[in-house]
């Protein structure tokens, strides 16, 4: 069985460029969130795809969008892209419920932006 | 606002030392806190999780315990080795969220020294 996977593992940008990231879920996962983490700090919360609609979103401004595909697969789009948006980008799959569920995480999208 | 803090930063023991490793909350109304293990530019791989109505959670060496009237969670890892170094990330998912949305402490940086 198949956990979390993404891609690209590793990505190299100039300002101003636009990135997609990938994710595919966990079999059997419905829902998939998407994680921003600089170095050296935890993860944050940028939104939660849910039947292909945004279901929550963190403190993150519109340049960051998403999609869900019908077969839970998602996409994380970032535009205009900043030096600041240099991180590490996590997608953790999970069922919508129970909410007492664990969250599994994939292995990240190193977005290094020049 | 919940807001979740791990402290200390970084902790170095000698290999064979019994641990504790602290999280810290604001706001007690969570469904379930979980602990995870980073290694260095790697995703999240999850170790124990507690849920609300839990006091503790044991996983081979790991123990985990939850107080949610204090805030308060703490890993603890018996004889640690040096394969232990990572860093520990604590994560909580809030009662007043039914997205599932995790909030992450800043984590602790483990060294096990042979």
């Known amino acids: 069985d198949a956990g979390v996977t993404q891609s690209p593992t590793h990505l190299i940008k100039t300002r101003g460029q636009q990135v997609t990231l990938r994710c595919s879920p966990k079999?059997?996962?419905?829902?998939v969130s998407w994680y921003q983490q600089a170095l050296g700090q935890g993860p944050q919360f940028i939104f939660q795809?849910?039947?292909?609609?945004?279901?929550q979103r963190g403190n993150f401004p519109d340049r960051f969008s998403g999609h869900q595909f019908p077969n839970y697969s998602s996409e994380l789009n970032v535009n205009a892209l900043l030096l600041g948006d240099s991180a590490l980008y996590l997608c953790?799959?999970?069922?919508?419920?129970?909410?007492?569920?664990?969250?599994?995480f994939g292995p990240g999208t190193r977005l290094t932006v020049l | 606002k919940q807001e979740v803090t791990q402290i200390p930063a970084a902790l170095s023991v000698p290999e064979g030392e019994n641990l504790v490793l602290n999280c810290s909350f604001t706001?007690?109304?969570?469904?379930?806190l979980q602990w995870f293990r980073q290694d260095p530019g790697k995703g999240l791989t999850s170790l124990l999780l507690?849920?609300?109505?839990?006091r503790e959670q044991t996983s081979g060496r790991l123990n985990a315990s939850l107080d949610k009237s204090s805030g308060r969670s703490t890993l603890y890892i018996a004889a640690s080795q040096p394969g232990d170094s990572a860093t520990y990330l604590c994560?909580?998912?809030?009662?007043?969220?039914?997205?599932?949305?995790?909030?992450f402490g800043q984590g602790t940086t483990l060294q096990v020294k042979p």
């Open positions: 706001d007690s109304a969570i469904y379930n």
């Open positions: 953790a799959s999970s069922l919508v419920l129970p909410l007492v569920d664990t969250q599994y």
């Open positions: 079999s059997g996962h419905d829902t």
């Open positions: 795809y849910y039947e292909e609609e945004e279901r």
């Open positions: 507690i849920q609300s109505s839990q």
């Open positions: 994560a909580l998912r809030g009662g007043s969220s039914n997205t599932g949305k995790l909030i």
